[in-house]
């Protein structure tokens, strides 16, 4: 009898001529499963869009739609005759909303099924259906206008709209007319101004954005009382956590932006200041650098500093203690980068 060369277990028929048929799935799965799914869904009804198209909501609610969409782009092994989606279950992750999905299918030339377990990204999208969107009497009453610096959104300020937008209750997703992405950003119409308002206070107190707000008249009731359109103009900062900016004139890094304060910790030292969005987008500055190597630490003296430029220049620098701040701990041979900032070296080491 043929022998599974990874446990060693004499089987009736090797899947692919080496692996038993309980290897086999264990290794390779029943076939290649989409890395993420991304769905639009209607928050006021369930329907959910499928290929261009507007679907009725499935019995079987979101798990459904996630079967569906699944089966739509899994790729089963050649060795693999049948198979189905079992079960899906959703989950909810502090990274993110995952399934976790069910396989079950058929092996040629082996009895009975297998099964194999899958955990693919789930990206949903909350948008009203047309049905949804003609019963939500028309207009909108809010515009939340979201843009990057420069007025152009990149890719990880979309990224971490997106985060923070999934991140607010199903409250503000229901009052969601639309989402569009436009060239210069995000724009999202809104039916009601109280969401709109927690959807940019979010993004101001988590990504320290500045909003403005305006009104403008869209027509009168019967009654004689004006209805104001809401546009709240949402404008994200050039910095997000982690970036360096330059504060006071010195370089400092963001650490972390959380409930509407900023923490900047200056280069080289361990104290946090902690700002107000609006101090921040006053005192933050995006740094200008005069001069940026990587450097290779030579020598470490007691007054002194010796730094090797890698990278074509081989420059050989000596710098006085005084003159350069450290951030982390220069050693000799350490990779480190070079920066000089408004008349002052700094060595990320
Ligand atoms: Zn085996
Ligand atoms: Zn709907």
């Not at 004499?10 to 029943?30: A, F, K, M, Q």
């Not at 207009?139 to 939340?144: H, L, S």
């Not at 019967?222 to 103009?233: A, K, N, Q």
């Amino acid at each position: 009898m043929p022998v599974c060369i990874r446990c060693g277990r004499e089987v009736e028929t090797l899947v692919d001529g080496r692996l038993c048929p309980s290897c086999y799935v264990e290794v390779r799965g029943l076939g290649e499963a989409p890395e993420e799914l991304r769905l639009t869904v209607c928050p006021r009804c369930g329907s959910y869009r499928f290929q261009g198209e507007w679907m009725p909501p499935p019995p079987g609610g979101l798990e459904d739609v996630v079967a569906m969409l699944f089966q739509a782009r899994f790729r089963p092994h050649p060795e693999v005759t049948h198979y189905r989606v079992e079960e899906v279950v959703l989950e909810k992750s502090y990274d993110g909303d995952y399934a976790l999905i069910r396989v079950v299918g058929g092996l040629r030339g082996v009895e009975g099924e297998h099964e194999a377990l899958y955990r693919v990204r789930l990206r949903v999208a909350h948008q009203l259906c047309p049905a949804c969107f003609r019963r939500a009497s028309g207009a909108p009453t809010a515009i939340v206008q979201i843009r990057g610096t420069g007025g152009r959104l990149g890719e990880d300020e979309r990224r971490m709209v997106e985060e923070v937008i999934s991140s607010l209750g199903s409250g503000i997703a229901e009052s969601v007319i639309s989402v569009d992405e436009v060239r210069e950003g995000i724009d999202i119409k809104m039916m009601d101004q109280h969401a709109a308002r927690t959807l940019a206070s979010k993004l101001r107190s988590s990504l320290a954005a500045a909003v403005k707000e305006s009104h403008k008249l869209i027509g009168q009731r019967r009654d004689g009382r004006r209805v104001y359109r809401l546009t709240l103009s949402v404008r994200l900062p050039f910095f997000s956590e982690g970036s360096l900016v330059s504060y006071r004139g010195r370089l400092a890094r963001v650490e972390e932006i959380a409930r509407g304060y900023v923490l900047v910790r200056p280069l080289g030292g361990e104290r946090l200041h902690r700002l107000r969005v609006e101090d921040a987008w006053r005192l933050l500055e995006e740094p200008r650098y005069e001069d940026e190597a990587d450097v290779v630490v030579a020598a470490v003296e007691p007054g002194w500093i010796h730094l090797q430029e890698t990278g074509g220049a081989y420059r050989y620098l000596e710098l006085r203690r005084s003159e350069v701040t450290v951030e982390g701990e220069p050693r000799v041979g350490k990779n480190a980068r070079l920066i000089r900032h408004n008349g002052r070296y700094y060595l990320l080491a």
